[in-house]
């Protein structure tokens, strides 16, 4: 089949799965598109890649310290448009805000690290693109229906760029390129293996969220045909990951899976507390594993060497690096700063090292970038975040189950790859999943009655009357 031929069908297929999952029950804004165009760009090439203004090529960090003007200008504009946006939603978005106060601390002492940046300027246009970060999630859960606007975004985005990988893999050099090793890579429509089972895996855990919560969802409308989009666009996710083998997004994916459909299960929803058992026995599995030297074995099984292809040598060589500690060496800035030479010089045996910008650590990148208070404040917003997931999932175990698979994701993901750096979907999601967990535990705190008299009656009416204002389409039920 040619190219075009190919892309006809694929352009006809993606107009059947928008068809197919269309609700006309629930309605969302047009404001929707902000985020959806913002990760349609973020989970693939820039703008002027795909134009063909800039080569869509990896780059130093000291080669791009200005970026593309077009690309800031497409971001700028986005931005712009999504503050206007929620202005015009300010009461609802304060709300959320306020409920993940660990976040908003985390940007201002963010913002506040540009002034100690080598390029303040640079960091501060950085710092930006963080917050667009931010605004696009704002945007999806002020919507009316905000669990209904978080189907829609994943299917958006995936219904586009999973399908348009395949294409670009089967039928196109541009989907393919090689590795630094000279190996061949599937890419899609992303620029690096890593990158596109990143964004696979997080819309294939979305999917797997909306398959899951329709399954249960007896009187949906449109519940059939809505159920084969969905399972489509999970056949193609499950489909990428093996054709992008990324070690760590399989392994995010099937952890993401195992606790969606765990906390499905029946013994669990009808026992909340169940869900520290649930997420403890994953830990202890894990720390027993790297304590009983069983680490290797597992690391041989998804494919990759012990010193997890070159990732140790790297962390032994930047961590030494930091400028400062404590603060570290400023919002992004670490990888344009003056170290990078002393790091080409420690890592002159690795082979593309002057195109490094990132330790393939989040955790180390932001130690590096923000030093221990940094670390501390990430810290500090997955026990927020996984505190406010475990309430909402007594409240509404299909928002506490999501919130639970992304927390883990990405809590697992930055081991290996930068998982919290700005425009990247794992970073995007998981203020997402927090944020919703944060606000919905909120209310059910706030609007409890402290009386000691309270009466049962009284207290579940107030839940009954959370669930519907944040979870609206279970009142067509």
Same mark, same amino acid.
């Given at each position: 089949?040619?190219?075009?031929?190919?892309?006809?069908?694929?352009?006809?297929?993606?107009?059947?799965?928008?068809?197919?999952?269309?609700?006309?029950?629930?309605?969302?804004?047009?404001?929707?598109?902000? #985020?959806?165009?913002?990760?349609?760009?973020?989970?693939?090439?820039?703008?002027?890649?795909?134009?063909?203004?800039? #080569?869509?090529?990896?780059?130093?960090?000291?080669?791009?310290?200005?970026?593309?003007?077009?690309?800031?200008?497409?971001?700028?504009?986005?931005?712009?448009?999504?503050?206007?946006?929620?202005? @015009?939603?300010?009461?609802?978005?304060?709300?959320?805000?306020?409920?993940?106060?660990?976040?908003?601390?985390?940007?201002?002492?963010?913002?506040? @690290?540009?002034?100690?940046?080598?390029?303040?300027?640079?960091?501060?246009?950085?710092?930006?693109?963080?917050?667009?970060?931010?605004?696009?999630?704002?945007?999806?859960?002020?919507?009316?229906?905000?669990?209904?606007?978080?189907?829609?975004?994943?299917?958006?985005?995936?219904?586009?760029?999973?399908?348009?990988?395949?294409?670009?893999?089967?039928?196109?050099?541009?989907?393919?390129?090689?590795?630094?090793?000279?190996?061949?890579?599937?890419?899609?429509?992303?620029?690096?293996?890593?990158?596109?089972?990143?964004?696979?895996?997080?819309?294939?855990?979305?999917?797997?969220?909306?398959?899951?919560?329709?399954?249960?969802?007896?009187?949906?409308?449109?519940?059939?045909r809505r159920l084969l989009a969905q399972a489509t666009l999970l056949v193609f996710g499950v489909a990428l990951l093996a054709m992008a083998n990324s070690a760590t997004s399989t392994a995010c994916f099937a952890l993401g899976s195992v606790l969606i459909l765990a906390t499905g299960l029946h013994s669990i929803r009808r026992r909340p507390g169940r869900v520290h058992v649930l997420v403890g026995t994953i830990l202890l599995v894990g720390v027993l594993t790297m304590l009983l030297g069983g680490e290797g074995s597992v690391v041989h099984a998804l494919g990759r060497k012990t010193n997890l292809t070159g990732r140790t040598e790297i962390w032994r060589a930047v961590i030494p690096l930091c400028p400062n #500690?404590?603060?570290?060496?400023?919002?992004? @800035?670490?990888?344009?700063?003056?170290?990078?030479?002393?790091?080409?010089?420690?890592?002159?045996?690795?082979?593309?090292?002057?195109?490094?910008?990132? #330790?393939?650590?989040?955790?180390?990148?932001?130690?590096?970038?923000?030093?221990?208070?940094?670390?501390?404040?990430?810290?500090?917003?997955?026990?927020?975040?996984?505190?406010?997931?475990?309430?909402?999932?007594?409240?509404?175990?299909?928002?506490?189950?999501?919130?639970?698979?992304?927390?883990?994701?990405?809590?697992?993901?930055?081991?290996?790859?930068?998982?919290?750096?700005?425009?990247?979907?794992?970073?995007?999601?998981?203020?997402?999943?927090?944020?919703?967990?944060?606000?919905?535990?909120?209310?059910?705190?706030?609007?409890?009655?402290?009386?000691?008299?309270?009466?049962?009656?009284?207290?579940?009416?107030?839940?009954?009357?959370?669930?519907?204002?944040?979870?609206?389409?279970?009142?067509?039920?």
């Open positions: 089949m040619s190219f075009s031929l190919a892309t006809t069908v694929c352009i006809l297929g993606i107009a059947g799965l928008f068809y197919l999952d269309h609700d006309r029950s629930c309605r969302t804004s047009k404001a929707l598109w902000l #985020p959806v165009i913002w990760l349609w760009i973020v989970g693939s090439r820039s703008v002027s890649a795909w134009f063909g203004i800039n #080569p869509a090529t990896t780059e130093s960090a000291i080669q791009t310290l200005e970026g593309s003007p077009f690309d800031a200008c497409v971001f700028a504009v986005l931005l712009a448009a999504g503050i206007i946006v929620l202005i @015009s939603r300010r009461g609802r978005a304060s709300a959320y805000l306020k409920a993940s106060w660990p976040i908003l601390i985390y940007f201002a002492y963010c913002l506040l @690290s540009v002034l100690w940046s080598p390029y303040p300027e640079v960091a501060f246009k950085r710092w930006t693109k963080d917050a667009g970060d931010l605004v696009m999630v704002l945007i999806v859960v002020t919507e009316a229906e905000p669990i209904a606007a978080l189907r829609r975004l994943f299917s958006r985005v995936g219904f586009i760029l999973l399908p348009a990988s395949v294409l670009l893999i089967r039928y196109s050099d541009l989907g393919r390129g090689y590795d630094p090793d000279g190996n061949a890579m599937n890419t899609g429509v992303t620029t690096n293996k890593n990158t596109l089972g990143l964004i696979t895996f997080v819309l294939s855990l979305g999917t797997l969220w909306s398959i899951c919560t329709l399954l249960r969802a007896r009187r949906e409308p449109s519940r059939r #500690p404590l603060i570290g060496a400023g919002f992004e @800035s670490f990888w344009i700063g003056p170290s990078m030479t002393k790091l080409w010089r420690s890592l002159s045996n690795w082979y593309g090292v002057q195109g490094l910008n990132t #330790p393939h650590n989040g955790y180390i990148e932001v130690y590096l970038n923000l030093g221990w208070v940094g670390v501390c404040l990430m810290a500090l917003i997955f026990i927020k975040g996984y505190r406010s997931a475990c309430a909402a999932f007594r409240l509404d175990p299909e928002i506490g189950s999501l919130s639970l698979a992304f927390l883990a994701a990405a809590a697992i993901y930055s081991i290996t790859e930068a998982g919290f750096r700005i425009l990247t979907p794992t970073w995007i999601f998981l203020l997402l999943a927090i944020i919703v967990a944060n606000r919905m535990a909120s209310r059910t705190r706030a609007r409890i009655p402290r009386t000691v008299g309270a009466s049962a009656k009284q207290v579940s009416g107030l839940l009954v009357e959370d669930v519907l204002a944040l979870h609206p389409f279970l009142g067509n039920n």
